[in-house]
């Protein structure tokens, strides 16, 4: 079982629609939870972490994280052309230095 | 953009032969992270040097080796290149311990073909 599953798309949304970007993980040890953007032909960038379970707004974006079920997810509100890029989820056990990302699932949002 | 360059952006190897890619870190920054990157893959943790020192790495074999500098720039080597090693390597700088919040700044990438 790999450690992390991420559905790769690509998925294709209106402008203005809500996308909802999924993670499941099976590692425990996983404590802390990233969403990184990368555009084509570019590293990844950092869009929001969170350590607890619950729901954390920033803007457009809200992270979902629930421990439980090892299941997060980034969602999109008001989607842009702009927001069309490849979305990785990554997490970190707190110990050693590594990341751990997912496969990302590629995003396009069409006028 | 995070300031952080890597160079060369692509180049094509041939199997077997050996492959320098050099990244420039953050102004401010102390750390270098090394992640390979396969077509339709997520990044995966090759190493990371903090103030000169290797301080962990990934499930690579040892023909990929470092070099971090004074100046905090880095160099990713890989000897012996293999048909497998064709990837997007990415240089992330950030402070020691970023990966509580995620804080690493990634270059654009080193494009690597192997043939």
């Known amino acids: 079982q790999k450690e992390v599953e991420q559905d790769p798309g690509p998925l294709s949304v209106p402008e203005g629609a809500i996308v909802s970007l999924n993670c499941t993980y099976s590692n425990s040890a996983f404590q802390y939870f990233m969403w990184y953007r990368q555009y084509s032909r570019k590293g990844p960038e950092l869009l929001m972490y969170?350590?607890?379970?619950g729901n954390k707004e920033d803007g457009r974006f809200t992270a979902q994280v629930d421990k439980s079920s090892k299941y997060i997810s980034l969602f999109i509100r008001d989607s842009q052309p702009s927001d069309s890029a490849t979305y990785l989820c990554a997490f970190f056990t707190g110990g050693g230095n590594k990341l751990t990302f997912g496969t990302g699932t590629q995003l396009k949002v069409e006028l | 953009e995070t300031g952080v360059t890597q160079s060369p952006t692509h180049l094509i190897k041939t199997r077997g032969q050996q492959v320098t890619l050099r990244c420039s870190s953050q102004s401010g920054h102390n750390t270098v992270s090394w992640y390979q990157q396969a077509l339709g893959q997520g990044p995966q943790f090759i190493f990371q040097?903090?103030?000169?020192?290797?301080?962990g790495r990934g499930n690579f074999p040892p023909r990929f080796s470092g070099l971090q500098f004074p100046n905090y720039s880095s160099e990713l080597n890989v000897n012996a290149l293999e048909l497998d090693d064709s990837a997007l390597y990415l240089c992330?700088?950030?402070?020691?311990?970023?990966?509580?919040?995620?804080?690493?700044?990634f270059g654009e990438g080193s494009r690597l073909t192997v043939l």
């Open positions: 040097y903090y103030r000169e020192e290797e301080n």
């Open positions: 969170t350590y607890s379970s």
């Open positions: 992330a700088s950030s402070l020691l311990l970023a990966e509580y919040t995620g804080e690493l700044f």
